[in-house]
Structure formats: C-alpha cells, structure tokens
C-alpha cells in the first residue's frame, strides 16, 4: 500500500508543535514499513527537500509539489476545483497531519483535527487562521475519507459540534520519545540551567504564548505564591510568542519591574534540553483553558515531574491523575495555593506518565485504524 503524507509542516528550519508531531509519526512510520511491501511518500513544498533529507529517514521517498508553493498550496486547499492530487502522486491512502486536506478521489484520505478551539473559543485564535478555519473547515471534512484527533475529550467536541462527522473520527494519542524523556540527573540538569541562566529551583510553563495558554491566570497565580513565601521559586516561561498576546508580555514586564522571578530565556530552547529542564523543576505549570491534547505535562510526567493542571476532562483523560493537582484555570488563588504546595527538586524522583503514550503506541493506533495493520 502506498501511505502519502502532506508533510510542509517538517520541511522547514523551525517547526511548530503540530511539525513536531508529524515528524514523530512519519519516523515511526519508517520503521513501521521496513520488510513490508508498503512504501511511504511524503510531499513537501518545491524547494524544501533538503530539510527533510537530514531527518535519516530510510525507506522514504521525497516527493514536491511544483514551483510556488503559495499558489499552489491555494489551489489544493482553499477552492472546490477538482484538481486530483493522487493523480499526479498515486492511488493510496493519504494522511493530513494539519486540518487542510486535498482533494484525492481515488484514494482514501485521513485528516488531523488537533482540537476545535476555532468554534469552542474563537477569541483565542489567531484572526488569520480563525478566518481560515472557518472559510474551509467544513470543505476539508467533507471530502476526507475520516477524521483523525487526538483524545477522546476532542473526538466528543468534534462530533458534538460537527454532527455530520459521527461514525468517522478516531482517536489517536500522541506520544513522547522515552529514550529522551527521561528523568534527569543532576550533573545532567545543571549545565543546561546554566546554559539558560536559570535558578536551581524554579517552576516551568512550556509553549506558545497565546490566550489559550492562559498565561495571564498563571502570572496572577505565581504572584499570590510569590507574595506568601519568603523565597519563591522562580516562573520560567519557555515558549515563542505566539499571538494576542501584548497585555500578556506587558504583565510580564511590569512584574519583572517590581521584583517578581520571572524569566523567559533570551534564548531558543532546544527540544532536546527540555527534559532536563522539566527534570529540574519543582512542577510543570500548565493552566490552559482549552486543549486537544496538551504535550508539555505528559513530557514532564515521563521526566518524573510533577504537574499542576487546569481541571480539563482531557487531563484526566491522558495523565497519571494520581500525581497531578488539578486547578481551576479561573482562579488564580487555586493556582498559587497549588504552587504553595509544592516542594523543590530531589534526586529521587521517576517517571510517572503513561506507559502507552509513546509514538511507538501512536502509529501502532494509527496503521490500526487507517487498516495497514501486518
């Protein structure tokens, strides 16, 4: 069987979270197919197969789509025209890692849908994309063989939302890579919060800084904390700046301005120093108000870590629940009262995330339900 996955979301030199995931399933895919009769493509836009030859992927071919990517990219996925992509890439089964889908009449196609955040609360996307989504999102369920999310909270608010698409969406859970999410030492994390200038004790949120996130609340929270101990741990924030969000990075400077230990590091963090820096924390703080999935407190579950999370039926759905504190994201008093009961780094900690949330167990879900199963 021929799997093709419309892949533009890796072929760049800085991908996002859901480049991330995809690049995690087309390696695991890889392997998957080795010594099998299936073959695996991955089309990127013109131009951009360099980035995908340094990933070591071995039994995969490259395909590109043609010159002007802009244009073509509109073409494929914001018109009704019937322009048949596996006529010029192949009859198989195709999987879309990012909402937009092609039309391919003679295959069968299978389209990620990470969470509806663009209809439950609109107010947190960004405008371009909120416009996107809506002008399109209907287009793209409708011509997709099923739909593919990545908890049973977001297959329940899809199907809730989208009536017309009950029956065809599955569940999928996302993974992190165990060889690298690991608990870490602290010979291991010292260098790394060194490299970054942060303190030895310390809290840490990860990921974009956009409403969503609900850094606002949080900040409320760790101010509480901060005026009701003697030494408070210090507020890491790792993430880009995402968007909407000029009151949150104006919050942050006048709290920094009158004392308080936040800090974002002036450098990008690398993937691969994130285990230590969740291993050295005392908690990963993650108070979102909405989540398809939310990576960042499993990552730091499987680094021992433990979590303070938003009351999200989500949460209790993929966390080891008997090792988070769980608080209303509304409430900032709930949140500092979490951070008040934390306790700094020890040595003895282990990983408590788990165990079938590896990307291993997320493409064995997927074969199994795209039917490739040997």
């Not at 008040?340 to 879900?365: K, M, Q």
Request: glycine fraction near 6%; hydrophobic fraction near 35%; charged fraction near 20%.
């Amino acid at each position: 069987m021929r799997i093709c996955i419309e892949a533009d979301s890796i072929a760049s030199g800085k991908m996002s979270g859901i480049g991330h995931t995809t690049l995690e399933i087309i390696r695991q895919l890889d392997a998957f197919i080795e010594g099998t009769s299936h073959k695996l493509v991955i089309i990127v836009p013109y131009g951009r197969k360099k980035y995908v030859e340094n990933y070591g992927l071995k039994n995969v071919r490259i395909r590109q789509l043609p010159p002007g990517y802009k244009y073509i990219n509109y073409a494929l996925t914001r018109t009704s025209l019937p322009f048949a992509a596996d006529f010029f890439y192949g009859r198989g089964i195709y999987i879309f890692p990012n909402y937009k889908n092609w039309y391919v009449p003679m295959s069968t196609s299978y389209t990620f849908v990470h969470d509806i955040a663009f209809r439950l609360f609109p107010e947190t996307v960004h405008p371009k994309n909120l416009i996107y989504l809506n002008d399109n999102f209907n287009r793209w369920m409708a011509r997709t063989s099923k739909v593919i999310t990545i908890s049973q909270q977001s297959k329940y608010e899809i199907e809730k939302e989208f009536p017309d698409l009950a029956g065809r969406v599955g569940t999928v859970y996302l993974g992190v890579d165990k060889t690298q999410y690991v608990t870490k030492s602290l010979s291991e994390i010292k260098p790394i919060l060194n490299k970054y200038k942060i303190k030895s004790d310390y809290f840490i949120t990860v990921g974009n800084i956009e409403p969503r996130k609900n850094i606002n609340r949080l900040l409320e929270g760790y101010k509480i904390y901060s005026d009701s101990v003697q030494s408070p741990a210090q507020l890491v924030i790792v993430g880009g700046d995402g968007w909407k969000n000029e009151d949150t990075l104006h919050q942050i400077q006048v709290m920094q301005n009158e004392g308080y230990a936040i800090y974002r590091p002036e450098m990008y963090v690398k993937d691969s120093d994130l285990p230590a820096l969740y291993s050295g924390a005392r908690a990963n703080v993650h108070v979102a108000i909405h989540e398809g999935f939310g990576l960042p407190p499993v990552q730091a579950q499987a680094c021992g870590t433990p979590v303070i999370a938003s009351n999200l039926p989500v949460f209790h759905e993929i966390l080891n629940t008997k090792l988070v504190a769980y608080v209303s994201p509304t409430q900032s008093q709930d949140i500092a009262n979490a951070m008040l009961s934390s306790t700094p780094w020890t040595s003895n900690r282990t990983a408590t995330s788990r165990n079938d949330l590896t990307w291993i167990h997320t493409v064995r879900e997927l074969t199994k339900f795209i039917g490739i199963m040997e």
